[in-house]
């Protein structure tokens, strides 16, 4: 069991940068895969990122390889995305979730409330 809590989001100007949070408030946080999904008003959601439990294995959406990096604190109970090289198309809210080591978004069962990103260009 494990409850959510993303943060981070906010504007940025297209090139800068973000790095968003999730903090985990169960104590089996280090049992579960994680991952970065984002959502557009209207859109299904679309995969980011997702690691896995020990943090040595990492999948990138082809959207973000090379730009965004997705890491965890095990002992901190953190989930973190860093966005370089923001560009306007990544705008959206983004979901931190917890579940398998995954692409697939029905494979998560916990989930945070979201944090909004807006890229101006």
């Known amino acids: 069991q494990v409850q959510l809590v993303e943060s981070g989001g906010g504007l940025v100007q297209t090139g800068g940068s973000l790095t968003l949070s999730c903090a985990a408030s169960?104590?089996?946080?280090?049992?579960?895969?994680m991952a970065w999904f984002r959502q557009c008003p209207g859109q299904e959601r679309e995969f980011v990122a997702t690691?896995?439990?020990?943090?040595?294995?990492?999948t990138y959406a082809a959207s973000v390889k090379d730009r965004f990096t997705i890491s965890r604190d095990n002992t901190k109970n953190i989930l973190y995305l860093q966005m370089n090289s923001l560009k306007p198309e990544d705008a959206a809210v983004y979901y931190c979730?917890?579940?398998?080591?995954?692409?697939?978004?029905?494979?998560?069962?916990?989930w945070g409330q979201g944090t909004q990103v807006t890229v101006s260009s």
């Open positions: 979730a917890a579940g398998l080591y995954s692409t697939d978004y029905k494979k998560y069962s916990a």
């Open positions: 690691i896995s439990r020990s943090g040595g294995q990492t």
């Open positions: 169960g104590r089996t946080f280090s049992s579960y895969g």
